[in-house]
């Protein structure tokens, strides 16, 4: 589990601050994010867990007036740099959000949308990527008949394996997931987070969770935020059983507040 | 009723005294001028639609989108008025010349400019059902949810691509419906048309020969039915044909959108 402190970490946060307009959301974060590996980020709602998931694709300019000081690097590349190709970065860096958000089209169009919007192949290798990717989200026996099917029809637990095959379908080398789990049903979930275990050999996963049992499943290091803060980071066997700090183990053992 | 027969379409000569009514410059001109306002309003009202939430700076949002919508309250009569005292000058003078000399090898680009015009009609019946058109497919578009923009950002999509591979698409089906309101609106605006068009029984190549439109005849004619009760019926089933005309014209849009909803497997 420790093999990969050697090697660079695929995200590194140095000093990181965040403002939404007057508000500091996130306080000098300074985290570093393991390559092919999972990393859970816990905390309270409201904690800026989000908030620094949003950081990593700039999904965050989306807000009007928010700014940052410090540094934020994904794989050698400063995100809020002024030369970054924020396109080639958001197409490196995929994410997966609360509510399955899939596009009213078909199954296929719907996971052909990112290497067709980016070119990443010719036209006619779509297909191919269609099938690899959509058996890599474990999805590809539920929908082979159905593929032109409007993908809104699909219940929601495939909806979200359908949103996380379309990320992958774009060659990402990080996905970001934001809860991904938290509109599942139990045995939704649960499959979502074996697929979650299955592609951390090729992605570096981050995946920002309500739910400290899944961070417990499926993470290999957590941190954990309160208050715009990181307050501590570790393994996450560490982090579960003998947490440093008090406050991580007045959260983890719901003694909070 | 019975007794003008399939010739109460098909025929142009519409004489009350000498008892002749033929409805299809009517028709042609009900048609033309909508469809040629909607072509016209369409790109115009779609385009302030998704500029004006997407592109357009912060500040001038809100402004511009009330008076827009403001411009839907405005009487008819008074957009006659100003398209007699306003627009009619000044299309006689920039625009109609323009059109001629550059485009003057077309058949609807020719002949003596008159002021009223089934041109005329047609850019004031724009003026009248962009805001229509602008307000509710902007409504539409602000209602899709943040999640379908994220997506198409989140897989590299640049802004342009989010709209429009994400966002109009989601929204397809509500534009739809804001442009068959405004074809609606076009098909039936009665007091405006009938000040700008010309009032002419009369199928003309040229879109600035004047022209007549449905509505337009029997708001002009009815008042003083000169040729009696004969007219008087003729006007009726005018108002007939042009609620047919109508229905037909929506159950045409609508097929259309069935069928695209349909063929790209939609909802």
Known sequence: MTDHASAPPAIEARDFSFWYGERKTLHEVSIQIAPKAVTAIIGPSGCGKS????????????????????????????????????????????????????????IYDNVAYGPALNAL????????????????????DEVKDRLQAPATGLSGGQQQRLCIARALANEPSVLLMDE?????????????????????????????????QQAARVASRTGFFEAGRLVEMGETQQIFTAPRNERTEAYITGRFG | MGRFGASFITTSTWDPVAGQFGAWPAIVGTLLTSLLALSMAV?????????????????????????????????????????????????????????????????????PVYGPSVLSASIILTVMIVPFIMSVSREVLLAVPSGQREAALALGATRWEAVSTAIVPYAKSGIIGAVILGLGRALGETMAVTMLIGNR??????????????????ANEFADAAGGPIHESALILMALLLFGVTVLVNAIARLMIWRVSLGRGNT
């Not at chain 2, 592109?55 to 008076?67: E, K, L, M, S």
């Open chain 1, 51 to 106: 908030t620094f998931l949003r950081c990593v694709n700039r999904m965050n300019d989306l807000v009007v007036d928010t700014r940052t000081e410090g540094e934020l690097v994904v794989e050698g590349r400063a995100v809020y740099g002024s030369g970054l190709d924020l396109v080639a970065h958001r197409q490196r860096v995929g994410m997966v959000f609360q509510r399955p958000n899939p596009f009213p089209k078909s």
């Open chain 1, 180 to 212: 991904p789990c938290s509109a599942l049903d139990p045995i939704a979930t649960l499959k979502v987070e074996e697929l979650i275990f299955e592609l951390k050999q090729d992605y570096t996963i981050v995946i920002v969770t309500h739910n400290m």
């Open chain 2, 201 to 218: 029984h009369e199928v003309a190549a040229s879109l600035f020969a004047p022209g007549y439109t449905m509505a337009a005849v029997i």
């Open chain 2, 43 to 111: 790109p115009l009202s779609l385009g302030v639609a998704i500029y004006l939430p997407e592109f357009a700076p912060g500040p001038i949002r809100r402004p511009v989108a009330t008076v827009i919508e403001l411009l839907a309250a405005i009487p008819s009569v008074v957009y006659g008025l100003w398209g007699i005292f306003v627009l009619i000058p000044f299309l006689t003078t920039w625009v109609y010349p323009f059109l001629e000399a550059r485009l003057g090898f077309l058949p609807f680009f020719t002949g």
């Open chain 1, 121 to 140: 192949v010719p036209r006619r290798a779509l297909p191919e990527v269609v099938e690899r990717c959509l058996r890599r989200a474990a999805l590809w």
